[in-house]
């Protein structure tokens, strides 16, 4: 966690940080914090042809291909009105 504190701090246009410490919180437990990170970036471009939202989608179905718990990633995408990618 030290890590992506540090690199958000010093890369704060970085997204894929941004994404990547939201994740962790959550995974942490820590919902409010990661709520607080996606909900400011959510309608952002991480690059010309890719959205946060997108990356967002990317990364759930790349969790749940996995067998990672996804359940708090269920919340957070019902409450930011984000749909969930299908999955395989």
Known sequence: M???KRGVQLYP????MA????????FNNDYK???AIYK????????????FEKL???????FKDHNYDVKLFDKI???????????H
């Open 33 to 35: 914090s990661a709520l």
């Open 19 to 26: 994404v990547n410490m939201a994740h962790l919180y959550l």
């Open 56 to 62: 967002m989608q990317d990364d759930y179905t790349y």
């Open 2 to 4: 030290a890590y992506f």
């Open 77 to 87: 995408f019902a409450e930011l009105k984000v749909k969930k990618p299908k999955v």
């Open 40 to 51: 400011a970036h959510q309608k952002k471009m991480v690059r010309p042809d890719l959205s």
């Open 13 to 16: 246009e970085d997204l894929n």
